[in-house]
């Protein structure tokens, strides 16, 4: 599993940056990913495991790497039991949609 950054023009691989194994609890699958336009920051989605990760991209020590600023269960604060979410995306007010794929809802997380 790893995140790939490419050239926008050619579509060529510029770096690829392998997600830590320590990470693998966490993110067993991956449903999706979407970037965050006000942090920049990555989300990623993993449906086996019901949770999103968000990490983000820094240069340590000269090279690209990745850094997890926060796990989110998906279901929590009264969403109760959300089925096979795999889908996820921001508007460019920064709130989240979550959608799934097995009560085929789409679900909006307002930006705080």
């Known amino acids: 599993k790893a995140v ?3 050239d926008p023009e050619t579509m060529q691989i510029q770096h690829q ?38 990490l983000q991209l820094r240069t340590q020590d000269g090279e690209l790497d990745l850094a997890k600023v926060q796990r ?9 039991k959300i089925e ?8 460019k ?3 989240l ?4 794929e097995g009560s085929r809802r789409v679900y909006r997380y307002e930006r705080q």
């Open 4 to 6: 790939l950054l490419l």
């Open 17 to 54: 940056l392998p997600l830590p194994k320590k990470w693998e609890k966490e993110i067993k699958d991956l449903s999706d990913i979407a970037v965050d336009p006000l942090s920049g920051n990555l989300f990623v989605l993993s449906d086996e495991n019901r949770t999103i990760l968000e």
């Open 72 to 80: 989110i269960d998906i279901e929590g604060k009264g969403t109760g």
């Open 84 to 91: 096979q979410p795999e889908g996820i995306t921001f508007d």
């Open 93 to 95: 007010k920064g709130d």
């Open 97 to 100: 949609f979550l959608t799934s």
